[in-house]
């Protein structure tokens, strides 16, 4: 069974930094977008960022534009969620996501579309 696990997270102040990781347990992850997702208590999962499978291209909600970076490893199991100048309203689970369709153009911001998830990590901001 195909999994995405996930580690980082944890309790940081505002203005702080956290590294988020997520491994595929199979390589043919290497052919699909990955992305990280969030979910604050009573809200909605949001898109946050992606990475597309063929390198390079990246995408990011615009609200952590400037502050949050995505990086994926050469074999492209592993994609790595650094949030920096964290702050309150970045609390929430975080979801690492892979695209269901390989190979695709572009990133979907779609939940649907994406069919493989971590188990979330939390991620708490105190003021």
């Given amino acids: 069974q195909v999994q995405l696990v996930e580690s980082g997270g944890g309790l940081v102040q505002a203005g702080g930094s956290l590294r988020l990781a997520c491994t ?11 992305a990280w997702f969030r979910q ?4 909605e999962r949001e898109f946050v960022a992606a990475y ?3 390198g390079g291209i990246t995408y990011f909600l615009d609200s952590v534009k400037g502050r949050f970076t995505i990086s994926r490893n050469t074999a492209k199991t592993t994609v790595v969620l650094q949030m920096n100048s964290l702050k309150p309203e970045d609390t929430a689970v975080y979801y690492c996501a892979a695209d269901t369709l390989p190979l695709r153009n572009g990133v979907s911001e779609s939940l649907g579309e994406y069919d493989y998830w971590g188990q979330g990590t939390q991620v708490t901001v105190s003021s």
Avoid at 24 to 34: G, P, V
């Fill in 52 to 54: 597309t499978w063929s």
């Fill in 40 to 43: 604050a208590p009573g809200q």
């Fill in 24 to 34: 595929a347990s199979d390589r043919t992850f290497s052919r699909h977008n990955m």
